[in-house]
């Protein structure tokens, strides 16, 4: 959407109207197979969770701002555990159900024996969550959200229990992942969709949320990985961004970014004045430094805690990154309408990915309902490579390659008159790949079958006796040696006793 003045407005995340009652439901797993990834990209879930991101992400942009009387224009940055962050009463609540858990790890040590995967003292510390989870919410969350106006039996807790039970972890395969950061996102975006959030100007809430409950959300978790090695879930290894997390990426290199006036003006280039070059992230005395204020580099740090050997090696994809000269901005990209940078890798390799969303449940707060104003994605290489459904006429199987067409722009979910995030980048095939015939000459009449010769290999025309033998062993029944002095002679150890076979004379 846009304001009076033209400028694309900021996203926000709506809240229901509580004077409705709402029919609240059990989420439920809705991904099962690679193609319903493409429904999840036109869903509302979708929607919902990319405009909750970037709501959260405008809010960690340093301000500047001009007093009347003063001349110089003073800038304010947003560092963990700065002061001038004030927190909302649901955010100290939220802080104190963390804590909570965190000191709940203590009360379940690891197991001692022998293992080679996660530590099985995690379930346990699972199973201990889970059995005081509903008290836990009681406790913590704002009465008004788990009171809210409902048209069933059912109530709001039934859909926040499912979300911040499936944010620490799997307790079966005892991994963590992007899928249950995500989930965690879900969990603070339903209470913000209850109004359980207050509504303050400047994104002052928001900003709370991310350094007030998301950083010590993902301490939390950092302490469950390294208690119980909880294993990387989902995780495409060196070529995946990081094992475990991406949102301290997103919000942190918005820390770093210029100072903006106003979120209808986000810079697509530069950084904060006094913010450290991308590339210190492999000097381990600014990672070291930085990582007590800055969400980017408090992943890089636990990265080194975790990881030995070069960073370039083990973390290939940020250190590419690590070379961007154009400041924390690109890095970061949430210029609307066309969205770069972290934010269009989240879409693309988190939520667009089989393996990350397949066990995110959908319920009516994030649900999966199509959102109408979504636009169908176009094939990419993020949709087209996900695991293939067995199911006859499927429109994404049996796809053949075709040139490479130019990438299309990722809107931002209100710019213009969609609401929604646009499809991810078009199939990035390589550009000579064509819906490629081989010739019928090199298909064998009679089997059907190709040749095991090189396509580009004629018909040989050497004679007979200039074509090689056939590579059988010298030793096996029946063989014969049709050309002499053509083959080998047989491995023979120096010791052995002279062969009687007259075409070992001369051995």
Not at 235 to 251: C, E, K, Q, R
Not at 408 to 429: D, E, F, I, Y
Request: overall charge neutral; charged content about 20%; aromatic content about 10%.
């Amino acid at each position: 959407m846009t304001d009076s003045t033209g400028s694309i407005a900021a996203p926000s995340l709506k809240t229901l109207d509580g004077s409705k009652p709402h029919t609240f439901i059990i989420p439920a797993k809705k991904i099962n197979e690679g193609p319903d990834v493409s429904d999840f990209l036109i869903s509302k879930a979708y929607r919902d969770i990319m405009t909750f991101v970037l709501q959260l992400n405008a809010s960690m942009f340093p301000r500047c701002s001009t007093h009347a009387g003063t001349k110089p224009t003073e800038t304010q940055t947003w560092e963990l555990g700065s002061p001038d962050v004030i927190f909302s009463n649901t955010v100290i609540r939220l802080r104190q159900l963390l804590s909570t858990l965190n000191s709940m790890i203590d009360e379940v040590p690891p197991d001692k024996g022998p293992r080679r995967f996660g530590n099985v003292s995690f379930r346990k510390w699972f199973q201990t969550v889970e059995g005081q989870i509903s008290d836990l919410l009681t406790d913590h969350v704002p009465s008004k959200v788990l009171s809210f106006n409902t048209a069933t039996e059912l109530s709001a807790k039934s859909e926040l229990e499912a979300y911040i039970l499936g944010s620490f972890g799997s307790p079966q395969r005892l991994d963590y992942g992007t899928g249950h950061e995500l989930s965690f996102l879900a969990f603070l975006g339903s209470i913000w969709k209850l109004g359980g959030f207050e509504s303050r100007a400047s994104g002052e809430e928001e900003r709370a949320i991310v350094l007030g409950v998301i950083a010590p959300y993902l301490d939390l978790i950092r302490k469950l990985i390294k208690t119980y090695t909880l294993e990387p879930a989902g995780s495409h290894g060196v070529w995946g961004l990081d094992d475990h997390s991406f949102v301290p990426y997103i919000f942190g290199s918005a820390q770093f970014a210029p100072a903006i006036s106003s979120v209808e003006h986000m810079p697509a280039e530069g950084s904060f004045a006094d913010s450290p070059d991308p590339a210190d992230v492999i000097k381990a005395a600014v990672v070291e430094r930085e990582r007590q204020r800055n969400m980017y580099f408090g992943a890089i740090g636990f990265i080194y805690d975790v990881k030995k050997g070069p960073f370039w090696e083990h973390s290939p994809m940020l250190y590419d990154i690590s070379g961007v000269r154009t400041g924390w901005a690109k890095i970061n990209k949430a210029r609307p309408p066309l969205l770069g940078g972290m934010i269009k890798m989240y879409s693309a390799e988190v939520l667009s990915k089989f393996p990350v969303v397949q066990h995110f449940p959908f319920g009516s707060l994030f649900s999966w309902d199509q959102d109408p104003t979504a636009i169908t994605p176009a094939t990419s290489v993020h949709t087209s490579s996900q695991p293939a459904a067995e199911r006859v006429g499927s429109a994404f199987m049996h796809q053949a390659s075709s040139r490479r067409s130019p990438q299309v722009a990722t809107n931002a979910p209100w710019a213009g008159q969609s609401t929604n995030l646009p499809p991810p980048t078009v199939r990035t095939g390589a550009p000579w790949a064509g819906k490629t015939a081989l010739p019928p000459s090199l298909v064998s009449a009679a089997t059907g079958q190709l040749p095991t010769r090189a396509p580009w290999a004629g018909s040989d025309t050497r004679s007979s006796a200039q074509r090689l033998p056939p590579t059988q062993a010298p030793w096996a029944p029946g063989t014969s040696n049709p050309i002499a002095g053509s083959m080998l002679p047989p491995n023979r150890a120096p010791c052995a006793k002279p062969s009687s076979d007259p075409s070992s004379a001369g051995d």
